[in-house]
């Protein structure tokens, strides 16, 4: 099985870009999806998280407002909507599956609660 993450690039504050994160091997309709971003030197920070049934969300102060995951499951593929980007958005971004219904905290998301964990693409928003 396998995440694979996409739509990372450079764009200037203000701008939007939207990821996705395409699944082979495992249907994504039944994980919880979660999108994880690490800027260098810092601390990694789970950002969004949606159980697969949709019921749970959760989203960070950081990026709330701001942010949105979805899904397309004819696809198998979930996809950030980044709108209002700001220059501390810049990082690799990482999506992650885990299969159930359960809700992983945002302050836990690390790959060792995720069943799957996608390579990431880099965003980096500057002008």
């Known amino acids: 099985s396998l995440l694979v993450e996409s739509g990372g690039g450079l764009v200037q504050p203000g701008g939007s870009l939207r990821l996705s994160c395409v699944a082979s091997?495992?249907?994504?309709?039944?994980?919880?999806i979660g999108w994880i971003r690490q800027a260098p030197g810092k601390e990694r920070e789970g950002i969004v998280f949606?159980?697969?049934?949709?019921?749970?969300?959760d989203t960070a102060d950081s990026v709330k407002g701001r942010f949105t995951m979805s899904r397309d499951s004819a696809k198998n593929t979930v996809f950030l909507q980044m709108n209002s980007l700001k220059p501390e958005d810049t990082g690799t971004y990482y999506c992650?599956?885990?299969?159930?219904?359960?809700?992983?905290?945002?302050?836990?998301?690390?790959?060792?609660?995720?069943?799957?964990w996608g390579q990431g693409t880099q965003v980096t928003v500057s002008s």
């Open positions: 992650a599956a885990k299969l159930g219904n359960g809700l992983v905290p945002l302050i836990a998301a690390a790959p060792d609660k995720f069943d799957h």
């Open positions: 949606v159980n697969s049934g949709g019921g749970l969300r």
């Open positions: 091997g495992i249907t994504l309709d039944y994980y919880g």
